[in-house]
């Protein structure tokens, strides 16, 4: 376990680091980030820190955005049906639930519908069309998918259907022939931020509507959404994302969303400050379980009610489901390292996959996350349920996992997502010949470096950092996410005072001292290091510093990211 992991950083930046704290007016610890993260520009860096709503680009550079809007307008002044088409995660679920309440306070005639994850899958079906059909639509507006669904979205058409696609999934070659695509990756696509998540570009949406119909700024009312769904989906959170995510964090802290604030008031976060982490760990999985359980559209009835009784029964529910799913969540991981220890040779092997009747469908994407993480290889489990088998696909940085897939699209029946994150249909009788085909294909495009576990650090820290400004300095950071990590720093010879697991063995607590420092420290799915350290041991660590607040009372905290014995 100790010392597993290759701790990258930069030791010679101690002048550049004086320098840019002195210019920019910031701590030399906040400095060293910066330059850890190769960004030397103070313009760059003033800005970042103090992003500014203005700087968000016009709706209207979305292609397609203007043909959209119109329609939509069409059809909210002849009273058509409108059917928004979404996705049962959370991005899709935010997604739904803005432009469902924007569009019904309009007045418009609006449903909603999300697929059912384990029979329907991932975007359009033939199956989910038809129900949609007998209801009476007129208008299909897609959100957080559609993009890749060339044929559904024909039949749609042919049967007088109008279709408008918002989407920020990659494009294949060919894009469906709808009325309207307004997706940023579109190759016709000038829009200056690639980045968007599916709500977010829901969210421009609803923005150029509002400048249409001269709402004002009515669309402001859904950030706190916008913020959870960007947060959730794990999209880089530079640029247009970190502007979304700042200022709908803050509407978070103060949601009139009914809700929303009956998930936070029914969560470990109850009178604590959101902060992207709280998203990620304690309310995305909750709204997540909706689909991975049963019905996803619960979890946006949830998001869309103005009764307190319903929403706090939906709550109830999920917070009941997701206890259920980390019970379903850890036997299947224990399967998978099992397999792996015993059936794969790691040293030949550059991606994992391992195929499973019985396996939850909607569980395998976590259970990948954890086992990629892990062995820091591609990773791709598959349920298999009589001749079709369902997958979840999660990458490293540097491999493209949706890449892979389109390379190893003739063994595929669908496949869609992002670079990290993908899914996938296969018959059973090609799962082996697939498994062949990409560890062939991973050989070529991944060195053995790629695959040792990296931990890219931020800078070196002594006693003397540890103040609660320094760390409040850090915060200037927040939100933190993929293309914005939390920093972490090196910080040598500490040693361990008390040291003890908790959380059923799980996690591992230390409390270090430095001559007259006294600090503790969390290390989360580390308890294991416990076998192999004793009080005395002299360490070095990498770390995350917080502050941990508890009955008003500010505390530094060290988050353990790894550690092993100083030399």
């Known amino acids: 376990m100790i010392n597993s992991k290759l701790w990258v950083y930069n030791e010679n930046l101690t002048d550049k680091i004086k ?88 007045g ?29 639509t007129i208008l299909l507006i897609t959100v957080d998918c559609g993009i890749t669904s060339i044929e559904e979205i024909k039949y749609l058409k042919e049967n007088g259907i109008d279709v408008i696609v918002t989407d920020h999934h990659e494009c294949k070659n060919q894009i469906p022939c709808a ?19 599916g709500v977010g570009v829901v969210y421009k ?26 947060i959730a989906d794990v999209v880089p ?43 990620s760990y304690v309310l995305a999985p909750r709204i997540n379980v909706a689909g991975r359980m049963g019905d996803a559209k619960r979890a946006v009835q949830l998001l869309v009610t103005k009764n307190e009784d319903e929403a706090l029964n939906i709550v109830n529910i999920l917070n009941e489901e997701n206890k259920k799913r980390q019970e379903i969540e850890l036997n299947i991981f224990n399967e998978v390292i099992d397999i792996v220890e015993n059936t794969i040779d790691l040293d030949t092997q550059k991606i994992i996959v391992i195929a499973k009747e019985g396996w939850h469908q909607g569980i395998l994407g976590i259970v990948a996350s954890k086992i990629s993480e892990r062995y820091n290889k591609p990773t791709i489990l598959i349920t298999v349920k009589g001749n079709i088998g369902k997958g979840s696909c999660r990458s490293i940085t540097g491999f493209n996992i949706y890449n892979a897939l389109r390379e190893a699209s003739s ?40 695959l040792i576990h990296k931990i890219k650090i931020d800078g070196i820290i002594n006693k003397e950092d540890i103040n609660i400004e320094n760390i409040k300095g850090l915060y200037k950071l927040e939100p933190y996410g993929a293309g914005n990590l939390a920093p972490v720093f ?19 607590k230390i409390f270090f001292g430095d001559k007259d420092l006294f600090i ?12 192999e350290l004793k009080c005395g041991d002299i360490v070095d660590i990498v770390s995350m510093i917080e502050i941990n607040r508890w009955n008003k009372i500010e505390k530094i905290q060290l988050n353990l990211k790894d550690i092993k014995i100083s030399m």
């Open 205 to 230: 949406l609803i923005n150029a509507l509002c400048i249409k119909l001269n709402l004002g700024d009515l669309y402001l009312k859904y950030l706190d959404l916008v913020a959870f769904g960007t």
């Open 19 to 106: 320098d840019l704290s002195k210019i920019c007016g910031i701590s030399k610890l906040l400095a060293s980030v910066f330059l850890s993260r190769n960004i030397k520009d103070t313009n760059f860096i003033k800005k970042f820190i103090n992003p500014k709503f203005n700087d968000l680009y016009d709706p209207f550079l979305l292609k397609d955005m203007d043909i959209g809007v119109e329609r939509i307008i069409k059809a909210l002044d002849n009273n058509e049906k409108i059917t928004i088409y979404g996705d049962y995660d959370v991005d899709g679920i935010t997604s739904t639930a803005i432009i469902y309440d924007f569009l019904k306070t309009q």
């Open 237 to 279: 959170l530079i640029d247009e994302n970190r502007i979304l995510t700042k200022y709908g964090l803050e509407i978070m802290n103060k949601t009139n969303n009914l809700g929303l604030s009956t998930l936070i008031n029914n969560t470990m976060l109850c009178d604590k400050e959101i902060i992207s982490s709280g998203i």
């Open 108 to 136: 418009g005639n609006i449903d909603y519908y999300i697929p059912e994850r384990e029979n329907e899958g991932y975007g359009l079906s033939f199956s989910s069309i038809s129900k949609i059909k007998i209801n009476q």
């Open 179 to 197: 009325d309207a695509i307004i997706n940023p990756y579109r190759i016709d696509c000038k829009y200056p931020f690639k980045g968007l998540a």
């Open 411 to 450: 063994f595929l029946e669908m496949f869609g997502g992002h670079e990290f994150a993908s899914g996938l249909t296969i018959k059973t009788e090609y799962i082996s010949l697939f498994k062949d085909y990409l560890n062939i294909f991973v050989k070529k495009k991944i060195n053995t470096e790629d």
């Open 490 to 508: 090196i910080y040598r010879n500490l040693l361990i005072k008390e040291i003890k697991t908790v959380g059923d063995d799980k996690h591992i």
């Open 520 to 531: 503790n420290a969390i290390g989360f799915n580390m308890g294991l290091i416990c076998e």
